[in-house]
């Protein structure tokens, strides 16, 4: 990727995501960029997978981890209306976990990562079922006392997607559909694909676990196991879709949540410690950012492991959504990196 001169408008954009695919970083790519009054520049290029049919603006793209402040959403919409507390803890709200060491974790410390439970843990490798990996998080063992340290970690959404399902007395997707997507008319976003719209499915890894080239399936294996619906991934939409979203939260969530419900959610809740995170959502860090220095200080947003990203400068009103199949065939290399902060880069 150049990056050594600025780039600037939709050309700009266009052009950084060009080179990314003629790096084969990923064979497809769909973006939008705007504010709450809608999209300024959007577009798409590439391929479903290599070799295989263009894209035409209805693929269905895996979220991956922005699936994380999707069902950070649901869970604030619970909150505020009184089904959970933010406060209440692992061992009242799910009485499976009663006896373990996650009994005392309070929903604000999952949501802000800094519950001290670990991350990018492979369960599936040695549970097979929903039930035995499920049970296993019980005992996987805390890495730091809660409060004191962020750890991002996919274990604890799935313990916040149990908690959604438990307080709101629906599945997750049910829970989704209720709290988020009818009150945005979101037609295609969604946990998982349907048969008929498998066709439409961008294309992500030639999975060495599944033997096969994955589409219209999570990508995630801890998700797979879950039955493909759980709090940290499983996700899929269209580039409409997430745009519409993305829209709505520029626009201070009003549709979703009360603002003072928003705020909350937004606001960083882990300054003094490594890391900068709100409830649910990634904040801008001083270093390492994977937007770079273009967003604010009080920006906030979310990346998927898949090539995805969805981010939010409040300051300036302003939203950036990527969508890309960076794993595919191969999760190897990291090119989505640099090329990430420079596709956030481009001034308009």
């Known amino acids: 990727m150049s990056g050594t ?7 700009g954009r266009a052009a950084v995501l060009a080179e990314g695919r003629a790096r084969r970083l990923y064979s497809g790519a769909a973006w939008s960029v705007g504010s709450a009054r809608g999209p300024a520049d959007r577009g798409r290029l590439g391929t479903r997978s290599w070799g295989g049919a263009e894209l035409d603006g209805t693929d269905l793209w895996d979220l991956a981890s922005v699936t994380k ?8 919409a619970l909150a505020e209306r009184g089904a959970l507390s933010l406060d209440g803890t692992v061992g009242v709200l799910l009485p499976r976990y009663r006896h373990t060491d996650k009994a005392g974790l ?46 991002y970690s996919s274990q604890g959404f799935v313990l916040l997607g149990l908690i959604a399902e438990q307080a709101g ?86 549709e979703l949540l009360r603002p003072e419900t928003y705020a909350l959610m937004t606001a960083p809740h882990t300054d ?6 709100a409830l649910a959502w990634q904040g801008q860090d001083p270093a390492g950012s994977p937007v ?14 898949t090539g995805t990203s969805l981010w939010i400068d409040p300051a300036t009103g302003r939203y950036a959504v990527l969508l890309t199949n960076r794993v595919h065939p191969t999760r190897e290399g990291d090119g989505i ?5 420079e596709f956030h880069s481009v001034t308009d």
């Open 5 to 11: 001169h600025k780039r600037a408008g939709a050309d």
């Open 69 to 76: 402040p999707i069902v950070g959403l649901v869970v604030m």
């Open 106 to 151: 309070t929903v604000t410390a999952l949501l802000s990562h800094t519950s001290g439970m670990p991350g990018r843990v492979p369960m599936y490798r040695t549970h097979a079922t929903r039930d035995s990996l499920l049970t296993a998080l019980g005992s996987l063992p805390l890495r730091s006392a809660p409060g004191t340290r962020v750890e």
């Open 169 to 254: 007395g629906q599945g997750l997707d049910a829970l989704l559909s209720e709290l988020v997507c009818a009150p945005l008319d979101l037609k295609d976003l969604r946990f998982g694909t349907a048969p008929a719209d498998r066709h439409r499915a961008v294309a992500t890894e030639t999975c060495p676990w599944r033997g096969r080239t994955v589409a219209g399936e999570v990508h995630d294996e801890n998700a797979v196991v879950l039955g493909g619906i759980a709090g940290h991934a499983g996700l899929f939409s269209t580039l409409a879709d997430t745009e519409r979203l993305a829209v709505c939260l520029a626009g201070g969530a009003r």
């Open 272 to 277: 003094g410690l490594n890391l900068r995170r």
């Open 292 to 305: 770079g220095p273009s967003f604010g200080p009080d920006s906030y947003g979310h990346t998927g492991f």
């Open 337 to 341: 990196t640099g090329l990430r902060q």
